[in-house]
């Protein structure tokens, strides 16, 4: 984001650098004098941080994840401990001694034993005074915070702590999930490898036989899916097919870009009209029948396979492709739950303002790795 501001603020004590929306709006600030950054939204936390170091490129690394959202008032004060070397911590301001009363007269120290020397003088009365010795500081075994540069509001943003990721393995071609192709595991159970391949599309060819396996039908809805999702890699989306889990079943595609994660689940119901209710699914004339749409597990699991290895939150939303209906009609759905019939995936091109592009290349990453996958 070009567009974005940077302002100087020094009052109070405090002396930060703002970045601000071009309506004004800040999204998050960084403080001078504790070296750290605030974010007041994740949406924004790449942006605030490129804004800020193309101002000061010398500003330290964020030290904390984003802050939550608070209601409109003053700028609150991070509670987020300085870096090191930018403060000195535990610093306790030592008492000095306490003035003499007007009429007090100074006492005046006894005399050391010791010889002193014949040339010494003795010091006048009233600059010998007695000087109060300093408390002893308590023994401390671990550097206490530093004390804060100002009060803190109510109602400011709490201690946030970095989220550290788990480990995860290298990618290699045996765990890279970007060359899976659409429907595996209907191919696997179809035998659709090697020679016996070519014979039945050969067979099919010459029109020798009719498949009547449904399966068939559902392996091409997965195609057909799979070829709209891809279009939308040129929007700046990436796209994984037959996304592996432990129990044996595959998430069908995980849609990843500015818009968020999208795990895309295919149905295949060839020349059938649909109509799906909030929790009902009636085909044709017949009567509706208990239908769950956000009971499905890919997005929970995806989640969780995700975020593990992610500094950052990533939701994901659930989508049913209808594919072979004739008529689609979606009077409600849950929240977080789309329906579409093949042709209408599009409608999730220019959607944005979840994820940065930076989020969705790690998450990406992390996604077509199997080994990520394991204990989804």
Known sequence: MQDLKVTSWQLFGHDRLYVNLPDGTAIGWADRGSGTITVLHPRYRDAVTDALARQVPDLPALVGEEAPTVPPGPPPVPRIPPMRGMRRRGAVKEPGPLPAAPDAQVPVPEPAEAPQPAAARPAAPEQTAARPVPPARPAVSEPEPAPESGPRPEHGPAPVTMRRPAGLPALTPAN????????????EQLGETGTGAFVRVATGALRRHKDTDPRRGALAGERRVGAE?????RHGWRVLHSVPLPDGTEIGHLLIGPGGVFAVSTEHRPGASVRIEDGTLRVDDEAPQPYELDGRPGARRAREALEAYCAFDVPVQTVLVLTGVTA????????GVSVYREREVSALAPLTGVLTATQVERVYDVARNAEAWLEA
Do not use: F, H
Request: charge should be positive; glycine fraction near 4%; hydrophobic fraction near 40%.
């Open 176 to 187: 890279d999930l970007s060359q899976r192709r659409p429907g595996n595991q209907l191919r």
């Open 229 to 233: 999702l891809k279009r939308l890699t």
């Open 328 to 335: 689609l009609e979606v009077v409600a759905v849950p929240a």
